[in-house]
């Protein structure tokens, strides 16, 4: 188990999370970070072009065009036992530092 002062700030680690966090800030950190996976950030641009596209319902209010916006679709799912592989960034280990009691790291 690494520490968030032991990590490289340009290194690959993989997280696993042990356990679920039990505030909604926690949760948010922790899948904001699951969120900077490559592949994730691809998938999430994919949605939101295809919600602009034809996703959204415009609708006349007040004599003016309103558009009722689809929510974003969640690509990840902070949970117990679930992975993620990030290359760090020094922006990233102050996030790191304040979830790193529900995290494992090991260096990919």
Request: glycine share 8%; hydrophobic share 35%.
């Amino acid at each position: 188990m690494t520490t968030a002062t032991e990590f490289d700030p340009t290194g690959t680690y993989t997280f696993t999370i042990t356990k679920a966090p039990g505030r909604t800030a926690q949760v948010k950190t922790i899948k904001r970070l699951m969120e900077m996976q490559p592949h994730i950030q691809h998938g999430l641009k994919d949605l939101a072009r295809g919600r602009a596209q034809g996703g959204n319902d415009p609708r006349r209010r007040a004599g003016r065009i309103w558009v009722h916006r689809k929510r974003r679709t969640n690509l990840v799912k902070v949970a117990e036992g679930e992975t993620f592989t990030l290359r760090l960034t020094p922006q990233m280990i102050p996030d790191l530092q304040s979830v790193m009691s529900f995290l494992d790291a090991k260096s990919a």
